[in-house]
């Protein structure tokens, strides 16, 4: 009995525990709704009290364009010659260095080989022969010709000294003419530069073994007081050049070309502008682009052949709508902006658009027309059916801002 009454009190004890625990949990499940009902409540009035903010916008207006376009090109002067020997025979003497300026007709190299000097004196050797024969030959028809004046011989004996004659001299104009042959190949030891310009490498040195089969040239002398720009074009580039250039001819539309200017590798442009030349006749079947040559002053020998360099072709554009960088967001590789509605709602307009040389600006080639009113500030915070108070600007204000 005593068990029973001690287990009936704790029993008591554990329900008083309970319900108090009950009522404490029911309060504050109370407390947080009254908690989450203000703050749903007091969003909503922040909500209505947010008024539409100024966005300022500029007016769309369609009109020609100028942008550069980018081409990688390869400079090359306007003379390479390469210097290569006509005879066999080993480097004596090397007069220039490496990238030295030299003028035309100036020695560059010496080429030893004894059997040229050889023939040479041969040839000489045989000419004086030929000469005393001739002499000799000579003086047997003036001692023949009056004897048979005279009668004292006959007249055979004239025409064989004049026989004799004619075949000495016939000697001497050989062996004058291999004396020549021996000169002309002597002279050959001695290269001299065919054009003015800057002496590439020197793979051989003094004592190096060269002959005519050498695949190597002895160097290159390149004229580079004016540089060729060689850039490659693909098919649609080249007619929307033709389309552009003034002129009924290949020729007219070229000289009418405007002015190009060249960006070197280290992203600095050069001071010279230059002025395309040529261009190929037929399009090359391996790569479909046609071969374009553009020519640059180069009064300070700044360029050399052989350097890399990218040629700035300027591309005019019409009928576009220049509107800011600043103005458009990109995502997923597409440009967008926003234009703002009889309503005052903006909405996302998809665009294409064209880099253009200031950096600051986008030329839109569809997506806009004329009268539209893009926002050019904010876009970042801005998303469909936002209501603003629009401010209108101009496209100068916006970029004198940056």
């Known amino acids: 009995m005593y068990l029973i009454n001690k287990f009936e009190r704790l029993f008591e004890n554990i329900s008083k525990k309970l319900v108090f625990m009950r009522n404490i949990a029911l309060s504050f499940f109370v407390v947080l709704g009254l908690l989450t009902s203000c703050s749903k409540s007091e969003n909503k009035d922040e909500k209505k009290e947010l008024p539409p903010q100024p966005y300022q916008y500029i007016v769309a207006k369609s009109g020609p364009a100028e942008n550069l376009t980018q081409y990688p090109a390869r400079l090359e002067g306007v003379e390479n010659v390469e210097i290569r ?218 360029l050399r052949s052989g350097y890399s360099a990218t040629v700035q072709l300027p591309n005019n554009l019409e009928d576009v709508i220049i509107v800011p960088q600043a103005a458009t967001y990109e995502l997923q590789g597409k440009f967008f902006v926003y234009l703002i509605g009889a309503d005052n709602k903006v909405k996302s307009a998809e665009i294409k658009v064209e880099n253009l040389p200031d950096g600051l600006t986008y030329a839109v080639t569809s997506g806009l027309k004329a009268g539209d009113k893009v926002v050019v500030e904010g876009v970042g915070l801005l998303k469909d059916e936002t209501v603003v108070v629009p401010k209108e600007t101009t496209l100068q204000n916006v970029i004198n801002r940056k």
């Open 85 to 302: 020997p006509k005879i066999d025979g080993f480097v004596e003497k090397i007069y220039i260095d490496e990238g030295s300026q030299v003028s035309k007709g100036q020695l560059l190299f010496l080429i030893r080989n004894p059997q040229y000097e050889q023939s040479v004196l041969a040839a000489q050797a045989t000419v004086n022969s030929a000469r005393a024969a001739v002499a000799t030959a000579q003086m047997q028809v003036t001692k023949t010709k009056p004897l048979v004046d005279k009668k004292i011989i006959s007249a055979y004996e004239l025409q064989a000294a004049e026989l004799a004659l004619k075949s000495a001299k016939a000697s001497l104009a050989e062996t004058q003419a291999q004396l020549t042959n021996a000169q002309v190949n002597q002279g050959y030891t001695k290269l001299y530069s065919p054009v003015s310009g800057v002496v590439g490498t020197l793979p051989y040195k003094a004592g190096s073994y060269i002959s005519t089969a050498t695949a190597q040239p002895l160097t290159t002398v390149s004229n580079v007081s004016k540089i060729f720009a060689y850039f490659s074009i693909n098919e649609k580039q080249q007619l929307d050049f033709f389309k552009h250039s003034e002129g009924a001819t290949i020729k007219e539309k070229l000289k009418n070309s405007p002015l190009v200017e060249l960006i070197l590798s280290d992203g600095s442009k050069y001071d010279e502008k230059g002025k395309i030349e040529s261009i190929s006749g037929l399009v090359d079947p391996n790569t479909g682009s046609f071969s374009m040559r553009a020519t640059f002053a180069n009064p300070k020998g700044l």
